[in-house]
């Protein structure tokens, strides 16, 4: 007799109204959609992006509780909030063959443009599993990448930025032990992390580990 107290806990302590059903109906949390993602919580730097949602109904009586109302996500931006590029050792690297090098020489003699270019040392730190399944003919340098080697990368005309002199992704401005990325041209699913170890005229690496920038 008299009103009914939502109180779950009467559940346990097995005192409960006879209509405490019905007066005091179990509802569970509801939540909003996902909002769209932010940008990157800072430019020219590995870090998150945030998506939120807002709760449309607290739960009672014992209902499911709310689900997380904030997701992050890894988050990289190459351009400033200026609209300048971030500096060079954020870009992932384009690499490929060194096979294709002497070719390129040859055009950029021949046009006059050839310019001093430079070599890179990296340690590979790690290498997705999208390299070793490589079976097109021009993939299968792929398969000498392995993790722990130094491999050469070298940077030649027309890779060569004419302002910076660099090329995209060589590291240049990183920090001692920074990861860098890198991908190689022909297999999206072929790429990984490096790091530089330091700059050189010419490469010293044998003909399999060595590569170009892109």
């Known amino acids: 007799h008299g009103p009914c107290y939502c109180d779950q806990a009467c559940a346990r302590t097995l005192d409960c109204c006879h209509d405490y059903a019905e007066a005091c109906p179990v509802i569970p949390c509801v939540v909003s959609q996902w909002s769209v993602w932010s940008g990157c919580a800072e430019p020219c730097k590995t870090t998150y992006r945030v998506r939120r949602r807002h709760i449309i109904q607290e739960a009672r009586n014992g209902g499911e509780a709310c689900p997380p109302l904030e997701e992050r996500a890894g988050c990289v931006e190459y351009w400033t909030q200026q609209g300048t590029e971030c500096k060079q050792s954020l870009i992932p690297a384009l690499i490929t063959t060194g096979g294709f090098g002497k070719a390129r020489k040859k055009r950029a003699a021949a046009d006059g443009n050839e310019r001093a270019g430079y070599c890179v040392e990296f340690h590979l730190v790690a290498i997705t ?38 090329c995209y ?35 010293s690496c044998p003909s399999v580990h060595s590569f170009l920038f892109i």
């Open 129 to 166: 599993p999208g390299c070793l399944h490589s079976h097109h003919s021009y993939t299968h340098w792929m398969q000498y990448l392995r993790e722990g080697h130094t491999v050469c990368v070298e940077c030649q005309h027309p890779a060569l930025d004419s302002r910076s002199l660099h």
């Open 169 to 203: 992704g060589d590291g240049s401005g990183s920090k001692k032990n920074q990861l860098l990325h890198w991908q190689a041209v022909g297999n999206p699913q072929c790429k990984g992390t490096w790091k530089r170890i330091r700059q050189l005229d010419t490469c």
